[in-house]
């Protein structure tokens, strides 16, 4: 069969709308996911016991299953149970709760590199526990793991194509449907491989963008 | 600088995608006239025949926990290496695998369900029909379903990219598609509530509703009837007119009205037995 992309061409606004797709649950997913990874950072390092190990539980069961089987368990498993959710909040809460679970771990790495004489200087300073924690530690530790905070984001990205499985309609998705139709696997999906790369490379440009810019000193 | 090696990167990616399509039209062919060349020969030297069959489409095939597979596709393979006096090796596959199976020369036929639409024979080579199915609707008990045209406005769950994804479009454009990449899924969408009703093939649907009392289908008479082939590449002559001698023959003898009666408990559709009848 001859290689032909210039018949794949018409279908690209079909594919850039599955591209959206992607993007929208991953920028949502990488922000709630991060908050919520810093809160479990922070019950696993907490006082009371019970917390620590929600937290540690959290962490090893979101980050040891891989999130295809955790969109099936929310996708189909959860009607048993009586929880219905459509494809984009279940693929929306299944990498929310994986993230959490890998950011947690890449903020601790973050925020236990920070020198504990900043902190031993902030309360000789008079400075509150949540004062310290906002400004003299969180700050300089996210500087620290941006490299990894920004790989975290690309390989999100890359994980939403499992949302194709339960039925959401972003990129891969959409690749996987021109080709049933067309048959021209190789164009499809190099062009569609493409959208991926020139998008994560966008990622990755803002990213070093905001290392000069944000976290210049 | 970031910009510009990103500019930089995106041109050649670019110029290199205009680049092959400008010599779209330099490819090779794939197989030929030439007996010596074609796949039937290669099967005979190999002494091997290689099937793509589903495993997930009881009772047409089904591979089951040990690893083999049964059903009616299954026999049909059987007895075409058994014509040609060869071992058979069965390889599963899915509907997006099935001509990439043959491109990358991994099997030398496919008898997957393989419904020989126009589009589709603009790229793969279909033999003769063997088959036909039709498509059938199932929902749960108590849904507002009582013949095909209730499903216009409903969302309808389909296997990507099968016929029933496009009976779905074409005849029904109001219904909302929901497209799953295994049958299981589709299945599964209607139970768990996902969807208001899938549209799969009759014999499914029907497998589907006895097994589940929760469920209810329609699937008498099929809808949109459609003839199932035999997969190859395109342009193997020798190859396909041996594989259409062999369905003929499969079905002048009744061999192919057994099968489908032995594992679909209905005849071979006239349609299609009309094939075997010499004219």
Request: hydrophobic fraction near 45%; proline fraction near 5%; glycine fraction near 8%.
């Amino acid at each position: 069969m001859t290689i032909n992309f210039a018949a794949v061409l018409p279908y690209l606004p079909v594919m850039l709308r599955g591209l959206a797709i992607s993007l929208e649950v991953t920028v949502l997913s990488f922000f709630i996911g991060s908050v919520l990874g810093i809160f479990v950072y922070l019950g696993r390092r907490s006082t009371f016991a019970p917390l620590r190990w929600l937290g540690y539980a959290f962490v090893e069961v979101f980050r040891n299953t891989p999130l295809l089987v955790q969109l099936y368990l929310i996708y189909f498993g959860l009607p048993q149970v009586g929880i219905n959710l459509d494809p984009f909040w279940s693929t929306l809460a299944g990498m929310t709760l994986n993230n959490a679970a890998y950011t947690s771990e890449i903020f601790r790495a973050g925020i236990e590199s920070v020198p504990n004489g900043l902190v031993e200087a902030a309360g000789a300073l008079g400075m509150r526990y949540l004062q310290t924690f906002r400004f003299i530690v969180l700050k300089p530790a996210i500087r620290n793991v941006l490299p990894s905070l920004t790989n975290q984001f690309i390989v999100l990205f890359l994980f939403s194509s499992v949302g194709s499985v339960i039925s959401l309609n972003e990129l891969t998705s959409a690749l996987a449907d021109l080709n049933q139709r067309t048959l021209r696997t190789l164009e499809i999906f190099t062009i569609g491989g493409l959208l991926y790369f020139l998008a994560s490379a966008v990622i990755a440009g803002s990213s070093r963008l905001a290392e000069r810019f944000l976290f210049r000193w | 600088m970031v910009t510009r090696k990103l500019a930089a990167l995106a041109a050649v990616l670019l110029a290199g995608t205009l680049g092959l399509s400008a010599c779209s039209n330099g490819s090779s062919g794939t197989g030929s006239s030439n007996p010596a060349d074609s796949q039937l020969n290669k099967v005979l030297k190999a002494g091997t025949l290689r099937v793509a069959v589903l495993p997930d489409f009881p009772p047409w095939a089904v591979q089951k926990s040990d690893g083999s597979f049964q059903g009616y596709e299954i026999d049909i393979a059987h007895e075409l290496a058994d014509s040609l006096g060869v071992k058979l090796k069965l390889v599963p596959t899915d509907g997006d695998s099935r001509l990439p199976l043959l491109q990358s020369n991994r099997v030398d036929v496919n008898i997957s369900a393989w419904t020989a639409t126009n589009e589709r024979a603009q790229t793969a080579g279909f033999t003769i029909p063997y088959d036909a199915h039709g498509a059938g609707v199932l929902f749960k008990k108590g849904a507002s379903i009582k013949s095909y045209q209730d499903i216009a406005g409903k969302t309808v769950s389909v296997a990507r990219g099968s016929t029933n994804d496009t009976i779905l479009t074409t005849d029904f454009p109001s219904a909302k598609p929901v497209r799953f990449d295994a049958i299981s899924d589709v299945i599964s969408a209607v139970k768990t509530g996902k969807v208001d009703a899938a549209l799969e093939s009759s014999y499914t649907v029907a497998q589907a509703a006895k097994q589940d009392p929760s469920l209810q289908a329609i699937s008498q008479p099929p809808l949109d009837p459609q003839l199932v082939s035999m997969g190859v590449l395109p342009g193997d002559q020798v190859w396909m007119n041996y594989l259409n001698n062999f369905i003929r023959n499969l079905i002048a003898s009744g061999e192919d009205n057994k099968l489908h009666e032995k594992w679909l408990h209905e005849p071979l559709a006239s349609i299609v037995s009309v094939q075997g009848n010499a004219a």
